[in-house]
């Protein structure tokens, strides 16, 4: 008797997937600063690790995709599970920095396997249900990032390496899982040839310059993204610099960080969107992101990392809210062209914001750690923030509520 797909699988998927990659966060510039001798050094290398890890991830979401489509959703699923296992427990073992940036690379392009678990839900949700499903994996996401750093913390206390074998050992559990319960959801007549022509990042991006109506919003969501991943990017060796934090503090603060982005997307966005609305939303959180970058960067004790977070709640509501605008401005035929052109433009800032913050961090990481200009890298998040806010103004005040604009496929 074939077995009937289940989100259950896809949703511990993407649960142990996040908390894997958010095990080795508190602890991934502790191990690189055993193999460097000085902070500008451990700085910089961190940086290149970010930077190849997000720039194998969006060269390889969209190939990994089509392959899916080729093949079928279990196999490419299952391999890229298997092969992110591997990249965890090679990662504890390495005795080199290259050998530790080879691994980042393999672990980027196994981790892109989020296109693949969407995918997947896709072809077993109804129209209805879609929104539904895709809102759960949101939630499995969201509750990874909260208990990977923490736990990564705790354990990168004990031993710096012993993450990385449980990040491991999580993956064998869920590809062992997948083996035995996963079914395929693709069936072989729908399956279709690669189209190397669209299996890229590029072709993706290429659709937003069709958003028309919205193009300033494009422009400001890459903005904020920037931003944020610029703060994703030195929160840990910042926080080491500035206050002397190790793993087990900075796996509890990136706790807090996802605790709050999880009370104001999954309990308070939907009540504050029919009070205020996305526009006004939009504006008052990008207003509260902006002192709160300003603030992290002036910030002279750990305890006030803390406050600021719980202070900046609305902050969290701005991608959804600006993800909606342009959805809603979207042909609702062509969803999936403008959410993947903006899933694509993430995945860019991704790889941008480590060749800002780090370098940046590096030229002040040799101050006192009482000095303001060890905040640098707040301070530019904070720029490109305010940058955001002034064409977010200009916008709003030039369009109404915009008509739908039809995206033409690139």
């Given at each position: 008797?074939r077995r009937q797909?289940?989100?259950a699988?896809i949703?511990?998927?993407?649960?142990?997937d996040v908390m894997?990659?958010?095990?080795?966060?508190p602890?991934?510039p502790?191990?690189?600063g055993e193999?460097t001798?000085?902070?500008?050094?451990?700085?910089?290398?961190?940086?290149?690790?970010?930077?190849?890890?997000?720039l194998a991830?969006?060269?390889?979401?969209?190939?990994l995709?089509?392959l899916?489509?080729?093949?079928g959703?279990?196999?490419v699923l299952?391999?890229s599970?298997t092969g992110?296992?591997?990249?965890f427990?090679?990662?504890?073992?390495?005795t080199s920095?290259p050998a530790?940036l080879?691994?980042?690379?393999?672990g980027?392009?196994?981790?892109?396997?989020?296109?693949?678990?969407n995918?997947?839900?896709a072809?077993?949700?109804t129209?209805?249900?879609?929104?539904?499903?895709?809102?759960?994996i949101?939630?499995?996401?969201?509750?990874?990032f909260?208990?990977?750093?923490?736990?990564?913390g705790?354990?990168?206390s004990?031993?710096?390496?012993?993450?990385f074998y449980?990040?491991a050992?999580l993956?064998?559990v869920?590809?062992?899982?997948?083996?035995?319960v996963?079914?395929?959801?693709l069936?072989?007549?729908?399956?279709?040839a690669i189209e190397?022509?669209?299996?890229?990042?590029f072709s993706?991006l290429?659709g937003?310059?069709?958003?028309k109506?919205?193009g300033?919003?494009?422009v400001?969501i890459g903005?904020?993204?920037l931003?944020?991943f610029?703060?994703?990017?030195?929160w840990?060796?910042?926080?080491?610099f500035?206050?002397g934090?190790g793993?087990?503090?900075n796996?509890l603060?990136?706790?807090?960080?996802?605790l709050?982005s999880?009370?104001?997307?999954?309990?308070?966005?939907?009540?504050m969107?029919k009070r205020?609305?996305?526009?006004?939303?939009v504006m008052?959180?990008m207003?509260s992101g902006?002192?709160?970058?300003t603030f992290?960067?002036?910030?002279?004790?750990?305890?006030?990392?803390?406050?600021?977070?719980a202070?900046n709640?609305?902050?969290?509501?701005v991608?959804?809210?600006?993800n909606a605008?342009?959805?809603?401005?979207?042909?609702?035929?062509?969803?999936?062209?403008a959410?993947?052109s903006l899933?694509?433009l993430a995945?860019?800032m991704?790889?941008?914001a480590?060749?800002?913050?780090a370098?940046?961090?590096?030229e002040v990481?040799?101050l006192p750690?009482?000095d303001w200009r060890i905040?640098?890298?707040?301070?530019?998040s904070a720029?490109?923030q305010?940058a955001?806010?002034?064409?977010?103004?200009?916008?709003?005040?030039?369009?109404r509520p915009?008509?739908?604009?039809?995206?033409?496929?690139?």
């Amino acid at each position: 008797m074939r077995r009937q797909p289940a989100i259950a699988f896809i949703l511990v998927t993407v649960l142990i997937d996040v908390m894997g990659i958010g095990l080795l966060l508190p602890v991934i510039p502790a191990l690189v600063g055993e193999f460097t001798a000085s902070r500008d050094a451990q700085t910089y290398w961190y940086g290149a690790l970010m930077v190849t890890f997000g720039l194998a991830q969006f060269l390889c979401s969209p190939l990994l995709g089509a392959l899916s489509d080729r093949y079928g959703r279990r196999p490419v699923l299952l391999a890229s599970i298997t092969g992110l296992g591997t990249m965890f427990f090679l990662s504890a073992i390495v005795t080199s920095l290259p050998a530790l940036l080879a691994t980042r690379v393999l672990g980027g392009a196994l981790a892109a396997n989020f296109s693949v678990a969407n995918a997947y839900v896709a072809d077993i949700s109804t129209p209805e249900q879609r929104a539904r499903s895709f809102g759960r994996i949101g939630a499995a996401f969201g509750i990874g990032f909260i208990v990977g750093p923490a736990i990564g913390g705790t354990l990168g206390s004990i031993d710096i390496r012993l993450p990385f074998y449980a990040a491991a050992a999580l993956s064998l559990v869920n590809a062992v899982y997948g083996l035995l319960v996963l079914p395929e959801s693709l069936p072989r007549e729908r399956r279709k040839a690669i189209e190397w022509r669209k299996a890229n990042p590029f072709s993706s991006l290429a659709g937003l310059a069709r958003l028309k109506s919205v193009g300033a919003l494009v422009v400001v969501i890459g903005l904020v993204t920037l931003a944020q991943f610029i703060l994703h990017g030195t929160w840990v060796l910042y926080t080491g610099f500035r206050f002397g934090w190790g793993p087990q503090e900075n796996g509890l603060s990136l706790f807090v960080v996802g605790l709050a982005s999880a009370v104001m997307q999954g309990l308070l966005l939907g009540w504050m969107l029919k009070r205020i609305g996305e526009r006004q939303l939009v504006m008052a959180g990008m207003v509260s992101g902006l002192f709160a970058y300003t603030f992290y960067g002036l910030a002279t004790r750990g305890w006030m990392m803390y406050a600021i977070i719980a202070s900046n709640l609305l902050a969290f509501a701005v991608g959804p809210s600006l993800n909606a605008i342009v959805s809603k401005a979207a042909d609702p035929r062509q969803q999936g062209l403008a959410m993947g052109s903006l899933s694509s433009l993430a995945s860019l800032m991704a790889v941008i914001a480590p060749m800002a913050g780090a370098p940046l961090l590096a030229e002040v990481s040799h101050l006192p750690a009482g000095d303001w200009r060890i905040g640098a890298p707040f301070f530019l998040s904070a720029a490109l923030q305010a940058a955001a806010l002034v064409l977010a103004v200009i916008h709003f005040r030039r369009h109404r509520p915009v008509p739908h604009v039809a995206i033409e496929s690139p």
